[in-house]
């Protein structure tokens, strides 16, 4: 097999392992109000399921990491798919809360040796040049897997119970769990053309990376923005606009295929394209998508007439906008050398000040008052996010052909 053809192999394996954390991380969020009446949750409880999910998650990462910077990165992968695959499959035996936040807690750290790592084995598979639309592709996972998880979520646990699309989404990852283990090991840095430095090269030099750091909380804003909406959209369809739930999740989850899939290929496109021009273009789509959003997510949090569906369309499209730009720079503002280390120090920072809080804080914040003022932190967090990018331009190292 050719090295091409290698690397277009593990791009797409890779990608519907992605899809399928996606999908398992999002099921939940389609049933939601059906375990919250089985379980008499309240929204704070059901909230706190995602944060214990990303706690977990962010820990767990920094702590495998380290390995995939000195050993084989496919088994830690493989190995992380198919715990997060069994976890999930367990919730066909839930019966209760603390069952099941256990549960959510199992699959987050099987899902953070996957995603810490995926990105790393990619890049030492592309150049810098094209890492935009590498990051483009994969992340459809992002709307495409967390679209699929509503649409799978509402359609079977409506007709089945909450309990049936769990089985039935757990089951691939154990097969592709085991094709991963037939991927090539890329040589690290193979495909790197930035000279290495101590700032991009060592974990303690890390500490000084501007370029990495703003990336890193910008997309921590962002995360926030994105798991209040992940998380709360469907029920709000539910409970403030009336709407069924399967009805609320088709609409949604399609919404977020369509928007999702153009806009995380478009900001990878564009990224790459005005890369020409400037160093700072990942930076520069990035922001102009986050600050784009912003009076998309207040119409849709507070004009509950016609205008609500394109507004939440127009959300989800320019905050999606940046996911692919943004995991480039990331990528690319540390070398091959620590590049495992660096990611998962960033889920750690992205979930730690966004979404392993902000289901929770918007549940509380709707329980005390309604799940329209529980969404208006989103607005806050996209602004913050916007700001952050665009004083990070100035950062972003310069990329020779």
């Known amino acids: 097999m050719s090295a091409k053809t290698s690397a277009t192999v593990a791009l797409l394996l890779l990608t519907g392992l992605n899809f399928l954390n996606y999908i398992d991380r999002n099921v939940l969020f389609a049933v939601q109000p059906l375990v919250q009446k089985e379980f008499s949750l309240t929204d704070a409880q059901v909230g ?44 066909a035996v839930t019966h209760n809360y603390h069952e099941l936040l256990l549960r959510h807690v199992i699959v987050g750290i099987g899902e953070a040796t996957f995603v810490a790592i995926s990105p790393a084995f990619l ?21 495409v897997g967390s679209a699929l998880g509503y649409l799978i979520g509402g359609y079977l646990g409506g007709r089945y119970g909450w309990r049936a699309p769990f089985m039935i989404s757990a089951l691939p990852g154990f097969v592709l769990a085991v094709a991963v283990l037939g991927l090539r090991e890329p040589t690290r840095g193979a495909s790197d053309h930035l000279a290495d430095s101590v700032e991009r090269g060592s974990v303690l030099g890390l500490i000084r990376n501007r370029a990495y750091w703003t990336v890193t909380l910008g997309a921590a804003m962002m ?6 909406l992940q998380v709360w959209m469907p029920t709000f369809l539910v409970r403030m606009r009336h709407l069924p739930l399967e009805r609320a999740n088709t609409i949604f989850g399609g919404m977020t ?72 720079a990331l990528v690319n503002s540390v070398s091959a050398r ?3 280390t660096a990611l998962a120090v960033n889920i750690f920072t992205i979930h730690l000040l966004g979404d392993a809080f902000s289901p929770t804080l918007i549940g509380y914040i709707s329980d005390r008052s309604n799940l329209e003022m529980g969404l208006t932190a989103m ?9 952050v990018l ?10 020779s052909s």
Not at 223 to 228: C, K, N, Q, V
Not at 379 to 387: H, T
């Open 223 to 228: 995360t926030f923005a994105i798991g209040g």
């Open 338 to 340: 620590i590049r495992a």
């Open 390 to 399: 665009f004083y990070g331009m100035r950062f972003a190292p310069r990329i």
């Open 257 to 328: 295929v369509v928007s999702g899939t153009v806009a995380t290929l478009l900001g990878g496109w564009l990224g790459d394209r005005l890369l020409r021009r400037t160093p700072a273009a990942y930076q520069l789509v990035s922001a102009v998508g986050m600050a784009l959003s912003i009076p998309a997510v207040v119409v849709a949090i507070y004009l509950p007439g016609t205008a609500m569906y394109p507004a939440i369309f127009l959300g989800e499209f320019f905050l999606l906008l940046n996911t692919a730009p943004l995991n480039a």
């Open 123 to 143: 890049a030492d598979l592309y150049p810098e040049q094209i890492r935009g639309r590498v990051m483009g592709f994969f992340y459809l996972a992002t709307p």
């Open 48 to 91: 706190f399921l995602t944060s214990a999910f990303f706690v977990c998650y962010m820990v767990a990462a920094p702590l495998v990491a380290p390995l995939a910077d000195r050993y084989s990165r496919k088994w830690i992968m493989a190995a992380g798919a198919f715990v997060w695959s069994a976890a999930t499959l367990l919730s």
């Open 379 to 387: 607005i806050v967090a996209v602004a913050i996010s916007a700001a």
